[in-house]
């Protein structure tokens, strides 16, 4: 067990620190937040100039899409087992396998990694359990084996429907195999998501319309729609391409609101849209700043406990992390958030939310009372940025506009 540095305090290992967590805190948790699960999976078959997750071009110059699998689940158990004592008892609502890109793990591998946290965890009955999925990995026979394992959500890397787009975005896939892979998921999946991102490297307006109806077409349950945005230390970030300026990545950003409207979607936060009741349980759970143990290569969880909140990161690269979670060490950092970082912490994610949080869940999930932020939740009403109803925190149209400026405001002094 690694060392927990508390809030505030500077790391430093102490001989009795495997208890710390129940101890007395800053803050008090009425009860244990909703529990999800998320695993990495950290390999790609190319590393995308834009990206900027922990995902490495699979081992091997031979072309050949061979990740080291077997050793890698060994570790993931490992490193579940690790895990129990964090998480004994409490129930497990969704699982996501990411990435990366999970898709390059065999049926069977998927069926064993399914069927370890099944055995370790007390998973709900209806969990929701999603892959994310990267077109040019499809194999209808393999989809199938892992609906059949229990997958029962899967999120496909589609990006655009262009080939030059594509292209520019360094991605493995062109619209031929991107449409193969849509048409094979919804022949083994009923709930489907399509990643798309948009203010691409040179697109207009009727580029982005075009991806957009495409993707419309297949009338899938959920839709993620990103900005593309030039993240550090990308290839993207020190090489950057000619991309749309503001005014047209508005002009993209309202016609996307319109059309998926239009075409039956909830525009319900930032970047997602979702059919009716097919909102990505996982992700709410993050935005609703409820817990998730993580694990795989450089995950990161939150979990908390009654008088405190831990932030945990696993060893980042797989090969670290695969020799250290089978020598009982996969965590590299546990770190207690502090009260003072907790406003900021929860609102980063539930004003994310069209329909924000009820105003209640900022103690149920902080453990700290309202009055904490009665002052910016005052300024930013008074600005117009957050409704003025007292029983949610919700934000405007307008603070949804200028959602930085919002958070920003739940920043500690
Ligand atoms: S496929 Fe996805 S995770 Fe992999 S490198 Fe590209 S953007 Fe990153």
């Not at 990694?113 to 998973?123: F, V």
């Not at 309202?254 to 009741?277: C, K, M, N, Q, V």
């Not at 996982?282 to 979990?303: C, E, P, S």
């Amino acid at each position: 067990m690694i060392p927990i540095v508390p809030a505030g305090a500077a790391p430093a290992a102490t001989p009795d620190n495997t208890q710390l967590w129940l101890k007395p805190g800053q803050i008090a948790l009425p009860a244990s937040p909703p529990l999800s699960l998320y695993v990495h999976v950290p390999w790609c078959v190319r590393k995308c100039p834009y990206c900027d997750f922990n995902s490495h071009a699979v081992p091997g110059k031979d072309g050949s899409h061979d990740i080291p699998e077997d050793a890698y689940l060994d570790a993931l158990r490992a490193d579940l087992e690790q895990s129990l004592p964090l998480v004994w008892g409490r129930p497990v609502h969704t699982v996501f396998i990411g990435g990366g890109t999970p898709s390059l793990l065999s049926a069977a591998g998927m069926d064993r990694l399914l069927s370890d946290i099944r055995a370790l965890l007390p998973l709900d009955a209806d969990a929701e359990i999603t892959m994310e999925a990267n077109p040019g990995t499809f194999e209808a026979e393999r989809f199938a084996s892992y609906r059949a394992s229990g997958v029962n959500r899967l999120s496909i890397g589609i990006q655009s429907f262009n080939d030059s787009h594509l292209q520019a975005l360094g991605r493995i896939h062109g619209e031929r195999e991107a449409r193969a892979a849509i048409d094979i998921a919804q022949r083994s999946f009923d709930n489907v998501n399509l990643d798309m991102m948009y203010a691409l490297p040179g697109q207009t307006l009727e580029q982005c319309r075009s991806d957009l109806e495409s993707a419309l077409s297949y009338g899938t349950t959920h839709l993620s729609l990103y900005h593309l945005t030039l993240e550090p230390n990308t290839l993207f970030a020190k090489f950057p391409p000619a991309l749309p300026d503001d005014d047209l990545a508005y002009e993209m950003q309202d016609l996307i609101e319109a059309r998926t409207t239009e075409a039956g979607y909830r525009h319900y936060e930032t970047s997602a849209y979702a059919r009716a009741h097919r909102e990505a349980r996982h992700n709410l759970n993050y935005w609703r700043f409820g817990d998730y143990l993580g694990i795989g290569a450089g995950a990161h969880g939150k979990l908390s406990f009654p008088n405190r909140i831990l932030r945990q990161m696993r060893h980042k690269h797989p090969a670290t992390y695969m020799a250290q979670a089978m020598a009982g060490n996969a965590v590299q950092e546990a770190r207690e958030v502090g009260a003072d970082e907790l406003p900021f912490e929860f609102m980063l994610n539930a004003l994310r939310l069209t329909d924000g949080v009820p105003a209640s869940s900022f103690h149920d999930m902080t453990g700290l009372p309202l009055h904490a932020i009665s002052r910016q939740l005052a300024a930013a009403e008074t600005k117009g940025l957050l409704d003025a109803d007292p029983t949610v925190i919700r934000p405007t149209e307008l603070g949804r506009r200028f959602l930085n400026d919002l958070q920003e405001m739940f920043l500690k002094d």
